[in-house]
C-alpha cells in the first residue's frame, strides 16, 4: 500500500460570495477539530487549503464575486 492509498481524503468544502471572507475553522466545524482560525483566499486562485487541517475550500461554480475598491 502506498503513502497516497492510506492518506485520510480532506473535506472540500464549496463556498459562495455569500461566505466571503473564508476562514478555517469555518462555523460548522465540530468542536473537535478546532485549530487556530486562519483566513484563506479563495478569490485569486479559486481554491485553497487550510494550513492547519487540511481542508480544501472551492469557489462553487458559477460564483461571481465582485470587486468594492477594497
Known amino acids: 500500500m502506498t ?3 492510506t492518506a485520510p481524503a480532506h473535506e ?3 463556498v459562495g ?3 466571503l471572507p473564508v476562514y478555517c475553522p469555518n ?4 468542536l473537535w ?8 483566499d479563495v478569490a ?3 481554491s485553497t487549503r487550510c494550513p492547519y487541517c487540511g ?3 472551492r469557489l462553487k461554480p458559477g460564483t461571481v ?3 468594492h475598491g477594497h
Open 12 to 14: 472540500v468544502i464549496e
Open 65 to 67: 464575486l465582485t470587486s
Open 17 to 19: 460570495a455569500e461566505d
Open 33 to 40: 477539530s478546532m485549530h487556530p482560525r486562519v483566513f484563506l
Open 44 to 46: 485569486h486562485t479559486g
Open 55 to 57: 481542508a480544501e475550500y
Open 3 to 5: 503513502a497516497a492509498a
Open 27 to 30: 462555523p460548522k466545524a465540530p
